[in-house]
C-alpha cells in the first residue's frame, strides 16, 4: 500500500519514489552531485558570449554583463546555491578555446556537432535566424545565390555560422572576421560580396551603415542551448530540467521580453 502511494505521488509530479525535492518557491531542487559537478569549485563559472547579441551585451551605463543568458546563469547560481561568476569572452571561438583551459562550468551555445565533441548540451531554450546582408546594388536577390563562384561570405569566426558554412557551402569563399559583431564593417572595408550572421545584428548594422540590406529570409536556424563540459553527466540531467522548466515557466520569455530582442523565440518544450 506504502509503495503504491508512492508511486502514485511520483505521477502526480512530486516525485516522492525517485527522491526529487522542491525548494521553498516550488523549484526543482538540484542533487548534491549535480551541484558538485557544475559548480566543481564552489562557484559556478558561466561563460558569457558577447559576439551574440541576443543572448549578451554590456550594460550601457555600467558595463556589466546583460541579457538573457545572464538571467539564466543568476538563477541557475540561485538553485544551486552557490555564487556565480560571469566570464565574459568576445566570440564564440573565444568560448570554446575557454573549455580546454577548464576556464568554465556553463556556457550557451549553438547545438552543433563539432562543439559537441568537448561539450554536452541541453535541448534549445531559444531557436536564432541567421541571415545574409549585401549591398543595395548587389545582383544577389535569394539566399539561394550566396553559394556561388566568386562570391565571398564574411563570417565570425568560430561562430555558428561559421561551422554551418564551412560544411555547407561548396562555390563561394568564406573569409573570416575576429568575431561575430565585426562582418559588416569587414564586408563594408574589404569589399566582400556578403556578410553572415545573427539576423538581429544584422539588420542594425543596415541601419547603420547606409547602402545595406538584408536578404529575405533565413539560410539557418540556430538552435541555443545551454552546455557544460562533457564528463557531468548529473550535471547535465539537472541542468536539461532546468532548461525545460525555464522555457515552460516562461522565464526565458519574459528574458527576451525585457531586455528588448526580436528576432528569436523561445524553443519548443523537450527540442
Known amino acids: 500500500m506504502l ?4 508511486c502514485l505521488l511520483l505521477v502526480a509530479g512530486l516525485g516522492a519514489c525517485a527522491g526529487v525535492q522542491k525548494m521553498s518557491d516550488g523549484a526543482l531542487a538540484p542533487p548534491a552531485a549535480a551541484v558538485r559537478e557544475l559548480a566543481p569549485s564552489g562557484t559556478l563559472r558561466v561563460a558569457i558570449n558577447f559576439g551574440n547579441p541576443i543572448l549578451a551585451s554590456k550594460d550601457a551605463a555600467s558595463g556589466e554583463p546583460r541579457g538573457v543568458s545572464v538571467d539564466l546563469a543568476r538563477e541557475l547560481g540561485r538553485r544551486l546555491g552557490v555564487p556565480v561568476q560571469l566570464v565574459t569572452y568576445t566570440a564564440a571561438g573565444k568560448v570554446v578555446e575557454g573549455i580546454r583551459n577548464k576556464e568554465w562550468d556553463i556556457g550557451y551555445f549553438a547545438i552543433d556537432p563539432v562543439r559537441a565533441m568537448d561539450t554536452d548540451f541541453t535541448a534549445a531554450y531559444v531557436v536564432i535566424e541567421g541571415a545574409y546582408l549585401v549591398r543595395q546594388d548587389s545582383p544577389i536577390r535569394k539566399n539561394e545565390e550566396v553559394d556561388r563562384a566568386g562570391n565571398r561570405i564574411v563570417v565570425g569566426k568560430g561562430s555558428a555560422y561559421d561551422l554551418y558554412l564551412t560544411r555547407e557551402v561548396k562555390q563561394a569563399t568564406l573569409v573570416r572576421a575576429p568575431t561575430s559583431p565585426a562582418v559588416t564593417d569587414m564586408m563594408v572595408a574589404d ?3 556578403v556578410a553572415a550572421g545573427v539576423k538581429q545584428q544584422l539588420q542594425a548594422d543596415a541601419k547603420r551603415i547606409p547602402g545595406l540590406r538584408l536578404l529575405d529570409g533565413r539560410f539557418m536556424v540556430i538552435n541555443q542551448a545551454m552546455a557544460t563540459p562533457k564528463g557531468r553527466p548529473n550535471g547535465l540531467e539537472y541542468l536539461t ?12 520569455a519574459e528574458a527576451l521580453k525585457r531586455h528588448g530582442i526580436e528576432g528569436a523565440a523561445v524553443a519548443p518544450a523537450g527540442k
Open 191 to 193: 569589399k566582400i560580396e
Open 241 to 252: 530540467k532546468f532548461v525545460e522548466e525555464m522555457k515552460v515557466s516562461g522565464f526565458v
Open 3 to 6: 509503495r503504491a502511494a508512492c
